[in-house]
């Protein structure tokens, strides 16, 4: 797919994740188009949580317990601003700590437990008539025979998570 051979290789051009690029054992990408600047798409991805999202997230912890892994913070707070998306590299938005940013071109962040390193990162790319194209990109990596079994598990509700969320930031759903 030639939006995934993109977003990679804009990915390995950003030093603070090309090594977890390189390692991956799973990356997948989700491309939707807006007209909100990077960090309004990001507080918007990051800043809904409708309730099916937090019943998913209840069921993740069940998981990881049973799993011995652990389940922190939700990925962000309930309501999100803008000026609230850190873009400094070891800022924190929920269990995600800010890895590389560039406005309106890049945010990567990664979250690293025992079992699996996962980066999110969203890359925005202006379109001539002032849309933006938005790839959402999740990298993991396996750590533990833990993480393959685990992200297996939940990998068809984090297509649907990501790509929800994705979605309604693009239509500028929860922007301030």
Same mark, same amino acid.
């Given at each position: 797919?030639?939006?995934?051979?993109?977003?990679?290789?804009?990915?390995?051009?950003? /030093? &603070?994740?090309?090594?977890?690029?390189?390692? !991956?054992?799973?990356? +997948?990408? @989700?491309?939707?188009?807006?007209? *909100?600047? %990077?960090?309004?798409?990001?507080?918007?991805?990051?800043?809904?949580?409708?309730?099916?999202?937090?019943?998913?997230?209840?069921?993740?912890?069940?998981?990881?317990?049973?799993?011995?892994?652990?389940?922190?913070?939700?990925?962000?707070?309930?309501?999100?601003?803008?000026?609230?998306?850190?873009?400094?590299?070891?800022?924190?938005?929920?269990?995600?700590?800010?890895? /590389? &940013?560039?406005?309106?071109?890049?945010?990567? !962040?990664?979250?690293? +437990?025992? @079992?699996?390193?996962?980066?999110? *990162?969203? %890359?925005?790319?202006?379109?001539?008539?002032?849309?933006?194209?938005?790839?959402?990109?999740?990298?993991?990596?396996?750590?533990?025979?833990?993480?393959?079994?685990?992200?297996?598990?939940?990998?068809?509700?984090?297509?649907?998570?990501?790509?929800?969320?994705?979605?309604?930031?693009?239509?500028?759903?929860?922007?301030?």
């Amino acid at each position: 797919m030639a939006g995934e051979r993109e977003a990679l290789a804009a990915l390995q051009r950003i /030093a &603070a994740v090309a090594g977890v690029v390189a390692d !991956a054992d799973h990356v +997948d990408v @989700h491309r939707v188009r807006g007209q *909100a600047g %990077l960090r309004q798409f990001v507080a918007a991805m990051f800043g809904d949580r409708p309730t099916w999202l937090r019943a998913l997230y209840r069921l993740r912890g069940l998981l990881a317990r049973l799993l011995g892994l652990r389940h922190g913070a939700a990925a962000g707070p309930e309501s999100m601003k803008p000026e609230d998306v850190p873009m400094t590299p070891g800022g924190k938005l929920g269990f995600f700590t800010v890895l /590389a &940013a560039e406005p309106d071109a890049y945010w990567a !962040a990664g979250a690293t +437990d025992r @079992h699996l390193r996962a980066v999110l *990162a969203v %890359l925005a790319v202006p379109e001539p008539d002032g849309r933006v194209v938005y790839d959402v990109v999740t990298v993991v990596v396996y750590k533990h025979w833990t993480g393959p079994v685990y992200f297996n598990l939940i990998r068809p509700f984090h297509h649907l998570v990501v790509w929800r969320m994705a979605k309604r930031a693009a239509r500028g759903r929860n922007i301030p």
